[in-house]
């Protein structure tokens, strides 16, 4: 007896396109939010062949220049252009972000469906666990880790990842707990079905859209915390550098050049923003009810009259 079909697949494709397609034509917030941020992704990735200058290379006797034809957003206080850094920049920001919140989905999401299925004292200690790293900031712990372990790119993303993974495992439980009750669950547990098969080919493809909204929501918490770090001096290191160290370089210009202050900014408040939109949108997105034919009218009651 077959367990599983190839149409399934297929099926929570469709349904996921057709959620994707009903929150496009709904919801104006995600269609901003996507446009703002695929503009962004663009630019980042073909930076390397459309970034005007080497990121790294100075001129010294153009320090702190103003717009021109020859350098559009200006230089900073090595006579580096700011367009190409930012552009660079954004590259390592976005990266480590994107990289920190998928790391952290994938082993929240394992770590909720297993804590809920299996129940009993692995649940218990799975979610006193994640109550304990809720308690406590996500900078504080990134703290200790890179005061532990050094600086770096690499320690950067697994500071973030081990802190990261508990809103995904608290909402993962709560969802598992309710697709458990419903009636394919109990079928594929009395078809022999083991508790991995259960939870790969049901409970997570169901799952999938409110944590893809819920990670669309984190995104910008990650950017900003990479930010922030990087603005302390423990997040990418020199030469390279990110929006946050930039911010950090900038701190004794930003008088004399206040845009090499508000550029890193405003590109990491739009790029969060943006990311935050598309979340809002799809948690905010709801299948149509289908109303009117399906609906059934009473029939209008009829008072006799007496004589």
């Known amino acids: 007896m077959a367990l599983s079909s190839p149409a399934l697949p297929r099926q929570h494709a469709g349904r996921l396109v057709q959620g994707l397609r009903f929150a496009r034509g709904r919801h104006w917030t995600l269609r901003i939010g996507a446009v703002v941020f695929a503009a962004v992704l663009v630019v980042l990735l073909l930076t390397p062949w459309i970034a005007p200058y080497d990121p790294a290379a100075q001129d010294l006797n153009n320090r702190l220049a103003s717009f021109s034809s020859a350098h559009w957003l200006g230089t900073d206080q090595l006579g580096r252009d700011l367009l190409s850094r930012l552009m660079y920049g954004g590259r390592f920001s976005v990266s480590i972000a994107a990289i920190t919140l998928l790391a952290s989905a ?6 909720g469906a297993v804590s809920a299925r299996r129940g009993g004292l692995l649940d218990e200690i799975l979610m006193r666990t994640v109550d304990l790293l809720i308690a406590v900031p996500d900078v504080i712990v990134a703290l200790l880790l890179i005061a532990v372990f050094g600086t770096g ?26 697709i458990n009750a419903k009636g394919y669950i109990e079928a594929a547990e009395t078809l022999g079905c083991s508790k991995s098969f259960i939870i790969f080919r049901h409970v997570v493809p169901n799952a999938l859209r409110p944590m893809l909204a819920v990670g669309f929501l984190r995104f910008g918490h990650k950017l900003i915390t990479v930010g922030g770090l990087s603005f302390l001096g423990l997040g990418v290191q020199p030469p390279d550098s990110d929006w946050g160290a930039m911010l950090l370089a900038a701190q004794p210009y930003m008088e004399r050049m206040p845009m090499l202050v508000v550029l890193p900014g405003a590109a990491i408040f739009l790029t969060a923003l943006s990311v935050t939109m598309i979340g809002q949108g799809a948690d905010s997105a709801r299948p149509r009810r289908r109303t009117g034919s399906s609906q059934k009218t009473a029939p209008p009651t009829t008072r006799g009259t007496t004589s």
Do not use: D, K, Q
């Open 106 to 111: 994938v082993i929240g999401t394992l770590i």
């Open 153 to 178: 790119y690499g320690t950067l993303i697994a500071a973030l990842t081990a802190v990261g993974w508990t809103p995904f495992a608290r909402l993962m439980r709560g969802l598992t707990l309710e």
